[in-house]
């Protein structure tokens, strides 16, 4: 299932230095949102993304006080697998927030790179996430071939198959 939306969040500087995740809470905490087929075009079509960082800052992740916003993030609201786009590399930067050992690999011209999450750390990602996942799958009403076809996509994304 392919998104039938796709929605960009900007999260500004000031609110990731602050660590302010309310406001985001406020708008994407599971009871805030719709169900069904409105919720079910949501998959795959959110984009979470830091705003205010020089774009030659490099990968989002490389900048502590974004990868300790995407932590506390996360703790809150583990529904990446549901929401998250894979046709940018932002939920794999998003990923790369949470872990310790993660490898940028650069071109020459330094401005084309690739993240590598160890293959564990990442298993604990999907592990973490995976119930959230099905629980708004349920909410969505989106059925056993839909939710197995966003899962193979998401294995195919992050270089698991």
């Known amino acids: 299932m392919s998104a039938n939306f ?3 969040v ?15 809470l406020n708008q994407f905490a599971p009871a805030n949102l719709p169900r069904g087929r409105e919720l079910a075009d949501l998959m795959g079509g959110v984009e979470v993304m830091p705003l205010g960082y020089p774009d030659d800052a490099g990968a989002f992740y490389e900048i502590p006080e ?15 697998l549901f929401f998250g786009q894979t046709e940018t590399q932002t939920l794999r930067f998003t990923a790369a927030c949470l ?3 993660v490898t940028t690999v650069r071109q020459a011209d330094r401005q084309r790179f690739q993240v590598v999450i160890q293959a564990q750390e990442l298993g604990r ?13 349920t909410r969505a009403n ?3 071939d839909a ?3 966003r ?9 698991l198959l």
């Open 142 to 144: 989106v059925g056993a």
């Open 99 to 101: 872990f310790d050992n």
């Open 66 to 80: 974004v990868r300790k916003f995407f932590q506390e993030l996360h703790a809150a609201w583990p529904y990446w």
């Open 147 to 149: 939710q197995k076809r």
């Open 125 to 137: 990602f999907l592990d973490d996430c995976s119930l959230p996942f099905v629980e708004l799958c």
């Open 10 to 24: 900007g999260i500004p500087r000031k609110v990731i230095e602050a660590l302010d995740i309310e406001l985001f």
């Open 151 to 159: 899962i193979l996509g998401l294995f195919q994304y992050f270089q």
């Open 6 to 8: 796709r929605l960009t």
